[in-house]
């Protein structure tokens, strides 16, 4: 099965590398706008094949996405020194106005994996350009809080002396600074862990829980104090998705993708346990939390929220003809041009099959 990559820069790449060392699909494409660096990473990864898996890594372009089972989208900028967080947003939103309708136009039936940050927002916006081209929310998937739920467990595990895989324990919400650790939810080998802490004479105190929360929420920021940026446990996160989506294994992460309401909050896309298959996102389940993570991950849901209403403001109120407003998913810009109408105006048409214009991108 083939695999593209859009973006092969620190992310992309450890996702092309951590897919090839896990021997996930037979060929993997990589996409981007500086052609050297595509071919320079394919070339390095696929040196790698011999003492792994035998799988097909090459440069392409869009047209090479064709018949893809799905997309990684790892295209974006880095933060400026300086630059606010909507600014970096303003940026990343114009990269994804021009990258996920090209996408699109090549590879109508396919599973998008969003790994751009911020990728609560950068999912949202992916799933409203997927729209436009007959592509359910179901099938736009964002890797959210599933590097935080990992770290989560592995800093549990420590603690309790667990192997990690026998700790469940989810991080929901924004994936950033808002994000909850759900430590109600928390059980070990079935247990609850208050209960596995009693059976086994631990005290995981309330200091000891602020400190993994810490951890935990901050890790990407001592990485990149440290080395500037992170790229394998991502890139991991985004070969399990993928793994997850061609084996059609079922399994449960928390991604994020848009949802309907979450806690109160309508149409929010932030992360929650998600049953993961072949198709897509099969189902989401709402944890029951106690009353301070509903009203935590309320105020992720909302930051989330208004952060989208932002940036779509920004892009979808820009001069008419412009090439920023070009780049306004079709059906906010019809929404918007609709309540302009006189009330007589009929909104267009737009089918499953349809496609929008080119937008001469």
């Known amino acids: 099965m083939k695999i593209g990559i859009v973006g092969t820069g620190l992310v992309g790449s450890a996702s092309a590398y951590a897919m090839v060392m896990r021997g996930i699909g037979r060929e993997i494409v990589l996409v981007d706008r500086d052609e050297k660096r595509s071919q320079a990473e394919a070339d390095d990864i696929s040196h790698a094949v011999p003492f792994s898996h035998p799988l097909r890594v090459i440069k392409g372009d869009f047209a090479d996405l064709q018949e893809s089972r799905l997309v990684v989208v790892s295209a974006g900028v880095s933060q400026r020194p300086g630059e606010t967080r909507l600014e970096l947003l303003r ?99 079935g247990m609850q862990m208050l209960d596995f802490c009693t059976l086994q004479g631990l005290d995981l105190n309330e200091e000891q829980r602020q400190f993994i929360d810490q951890e935990v929420r901050n890790a990407a920021y001592t990485i990149i104090e440290g080395k500037g940026s992170t790229y394998y446990g991502i890139g991991s996160a985004v070969a399990r998705i993928a793994e997850i989506i061609l084996h059609d294994q079922r399994s449960i992460l928390t991604i994020s993708t848009r949802t309907s309401e979450v806690a109160g909050v309508p149409d929010a896309t932030v992360s929650l346990p998600r049953l993961i298959a072949g198709d897509g996102v099969v189902a989401t389940f709402p944890p029951s939390l106690d009353d301070s993570e509903h009203a935590a991950l309320k105020q992720s849901a909302q930051m989330v929220r208004r952060a989208i209403d932002e940036v779509l403001g920004w892009m979808c109120g820009a001069p008419p003809h412009s090439r920023l407003r070009r780049m306004c998913p079709t059906s906010v810009r019809l929404g918007k041009e609709k309540r302009k109408k006189p009330s007589g105006w009929i909104r267009p048409s737009i089918g499953a099959s349809a496609r929008p214009p080119q937008n001469g991108l």
């Open 91 to 189: 940026r990343n939103a114009a990269v994804f106005g021009e990258v996920v309708p090209k996408i699109l136009q090549n590879a109508s039936d396919v599973i998008l994996v969003i790994a751009t940050n911020p990728v609560d927002v950068m999912t949202h916006l992916a799933t409203l350009y997927a729209a436009d081209y007959g592509v359910p929310a179901s099938k736009v998937i964002g890797t959210g809080t599933t590097l935080d739920t990992a770290r989560f467990r592995a800093l549990l595990g420590q603690y309790l002396g667990v192997d990690p895989h026998h700790v469940h324990a989810y991080v929901v919400g924004e994936h950033g600074d808002s994000e909850v650790l759900t430590w109600s939810l928390v059980t070990i080998g």
